[in-house]
C-alpha cells in the first residue's frame, strides 16, 4: 500500500479538482479543499496534518481502491475516507479554510 501522503501537492489537488468537479461534486470537493486550505494554517498539529496529508494524498491518487472512472460508486471510497479523516480532525478546520473552500467552489459552478 503507498504512503498516500507523498501523494498530495497543492498542484496535483488542483488539478484533480479541476478533472473531478462535475463527477465527484462538491459533497467530496469541500473536505478535500477544506483541508488543503486548513494545512495554510499554522495551529494544525503535525498528527493532524499527517491524518489530512493522507486523506488528500488517497483522493488524488489514481489507483485507488475503487477506481474513480466508475459511474456512480467511483467516489465514494475517496468520500469515506474524508469523511473519517474529517471527524478526527474537525476543530483543526477552522472557518476560515471552510469559508475559503466554499469560494473555490463557487469559482467552480459548484457552489
Known amino acids: 500500500m503507498p504512503s498516500y501522503a507523498r501523494c ?7 488539478l484533480k479538482c479541476r478533472r473531478a468537479a462535475k463527477t465527484a461534486g462538491r459533497e467530496v470537493l469541500e473536505p478535500a479543499l477544506s483541508f488543503h486550505f486548513a494545512l495554510e494554517g499554522k495551529q494544525t498539529p ?8 493522507s486523506a488528500l494524498g ?47 467552489l463557487r469559482e467552480m459552478n459548484l457552489g
Do not use: H, M, N
Not at 503535525?46 to 496529508?53: F, K
Open 8 to 14: 498530495y501537492s497543492p498542484t496535483k489537488l488542483a
Open 46 to 53: 503535525a498528527w493532524a496534518q499527517a491524518i489530512i496529508l
Open 58 to 104: 488517497y483522493f488524488i491518487f489514481p489507483a485507488d481502491v475503487v477506481p474513480d472512472i466508475i459511474p456512480g460508486v467511483g467516489y465514494g471510497d475517496d468520500l469515506g475516507v474524508l469523511s473519517g479523516a474529517l471527524a478526527a480532525v474537525r476543530t483543526f478546520v477552522d472557518p476560515e479554510a471552510r469559508r475559503r473552500a466554499k469560494e473555490r
